[in-house]
Nanobody, 124 residues
Framework: QAQLVESGGGLVQSGASLRLSCSAG????????LGWFRQPPGKEREFVAA????????YYSDSVKGRFTISKDTRRNTLYLQMNNLKPEDTAVYYC?????????????????WGQGTQVTVSS
């Protein structure tokens, strides 16, 4: 299985932007569904956004819609999450995940490969 590696997290002030990246360690994503999840302190891991690697259809949680954009670079085989107008409630560890092409994107149990996570902290 491809291993996923996230990068781009950090500490920013409210209103700032960050871009997270996720690569598959030199392997290709193939036809998978790629997703971003996050786990705030003391809370369950939650869905943020997803994209079909083939076709590019995107999905977003209501809490990030209009502020976050998921995208892919097929040439670099890299997944991105552009996060704008960050808020303190966006503070979490962000995880990249990959799953089969026909999953229900909100269900984290249907993703079979995960990255190690990258911390995003938004101060008020």
């Amino acid at each position: 299985q491809a291993q996923l590696v996230e990068s781009g997290g950090g500490l920013v002030q409210s209103g700032a932007s960050l871009r997270l990246s996720c690569s598959a360690g030199g392997r290709t994503f193939g036809t998978k569904t790629l997703g971003w999840f996050r786990q705030p302190p003391g809370k369950e891991r939650e869905f943020v956004a997803a994209i079909q690697w083939t076709g590019g259809r995107t999905y977003y949680s209501d809490s990030v819609k209009g502020r976050f954009t998921i995208s892919k670079d097929t040439r670099r085989n890299t997944l991105y999450l552009q996060m704008n107008n960050l808020k303190p409630e966006d503070t979490a560890v962000y995880y990249c995940a990959a799953g089969p092409p026909d999953i229900t994107v909100l269900r984290r149990g249907q993703y079979d490969t995960w990255g190690q996570g990258t911390q995003v902290t938004v101060s008020s």
